[in-house]
């Protein structure tokens, strides 16, 4: 069995047959064509690849997608060391195939190919299916809490400063402060319009929905970025950095308002170490375990200094 990057050819065979798991709301060339476009947007035709297990005759056994993010690690000086780190989505096998340990296998000669990458930091994933498969890859599993918000009626930039445009992603994804672990994942801004070309692509098959006018907001040196992110009526928070409680407050306030206005159906907002003690205290902000998309780590450096603390935001999840 071996690794191999696969061509345009075969993940369009891929698409026809993942259809059955992640095309939901979508027709087989409706799905196709999403994947098309994700793959044609500048974050993944730069930083994304398709990886197929083959055996010896070349027939495919499972596959997934890495997608390439920023990382760093602190020096002893607290400067910040610039690597790579491979976010890891969409991992499958055809169900006749299934149980036979072809995905862990994928899993292990992917990260060994990884390992060989010359800048490499970690993996990251997103586990739909538990942590226990991944575990036995080398993923260790990282906390999954959400907070979700009720929208309310208002206008939505009363409660902040300045609500956010897209042109204004990069500009506010540098006011973030960056998390105070040794090790962080960071997504670029690219990164970040992914999620909203996502939504961009399903804003059309959900009913009574629009796209957000804003992609954020900011109030004093706090700033939250959001988007409607997928086939989930919700406002997704991709990026929170919040001073004090009254900012967390007037952020999420902002954040509600504009999910009323777009007609989504809740604020989700992932809870991050910096974030944790800030959130009891915004009124409405209810604490929930995560279904799915449980995040698990798994270094590609032997002294990267992982720790359960390592924030990872919605902005990261693919
Ligand atoms: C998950 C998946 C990739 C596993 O592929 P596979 O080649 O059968 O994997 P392996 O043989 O290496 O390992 C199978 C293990 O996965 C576990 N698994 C599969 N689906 C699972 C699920 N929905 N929940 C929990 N565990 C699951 C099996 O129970 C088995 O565990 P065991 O060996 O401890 O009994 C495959 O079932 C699949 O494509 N599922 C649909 C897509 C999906 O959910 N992908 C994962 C996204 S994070």
């Not at 709301?25 to 064509?33: D, F, Q």
């Not at 009363?158 to 105070?180: K, N």
Request: with cysteine; proline share 7%.
């Amino acid at each position: 069995m071996h690794l191999v990057v696969a061509t345009d050819e075969q993940k369009a065979q891929r698409d026809a047959l993942t259809h059955s798991e992640w095309g939901a709301l979508l027709t087989v060339e409706g799905y196709a064509a999403r994947e098309q476009r994700l793959r044609a947007h500048p974050w993944s035709r730069v930083d994304m690849r398709t990886w197929l297990l083959c055996d010896d005759a070349g027939d495919v056994l499972a596959s997934c997608e890495t997608f390439r993010t920023d990382s760093f690690l602190r020096a002893p000086d607290g400067a910040f060391l610039p690597g790579d780190s491979f976010a890891i989505a969409s991992v499958f096998t055809e169900e006749r195939l299934r149980g036979r340990g072809h995905a862990t296998r994928l899993m292990d000669l992917l990260a060994a190919e990884l390992e060989r990458q010359p800048r490499a930091h970690a993996a990251l994933l997103f586990s739909d299916v538990g942590p226990r498969i991944y575990a036995r890859s080398g993923y260790q599993a990282l906390p999954a809490w959400d907070w979700h918000l009720a929208p309310a009626p208002g206008a939505p930039g009363e409660p902040v400063e300045a609500l956010l445009r897209e042109e204004d992603m990069a500009r506010a994804l540098g006011r973030l402060r960056r998390p105070e672990a040794p090790f962080f994942f960071w997504p670029s801004p690219a990164q970040l319009d992914w999620h909203l070309e996502r939504g961009r692509i399903y804003v059309d098959h959900l009913a009574g929905c629009s796209l957000p006018a804003s992609v954020g907001a900011t109030v004093g040196d706090s700033t939250a970025l959001w988007g409607l992110v997928g086939r989930g009526s919700e406002l997704h928070v991709l990026m929170f950095d919040a001073r004090s409680a009254e900012d967390a407050t007037a952020l999420l306030q902002a954040a509600r308002r504009e999910a009323f206005r777009s007609g989504l159906s809740r604020v989700v907002l992932w809870e991050e170490p910096a974030n944790a003690s800030l959130l009891p205290l915004v009124e409405g902000a209810t604490r929930v375990a995560r279904k799915g998309s449980l995040p698990m780590v798994r270094p590609l450096l032997s002294e990267l200094p992982l720790s359960p603390l390592l924030p990872v935001p919605r902005g990261l999840w693919v």
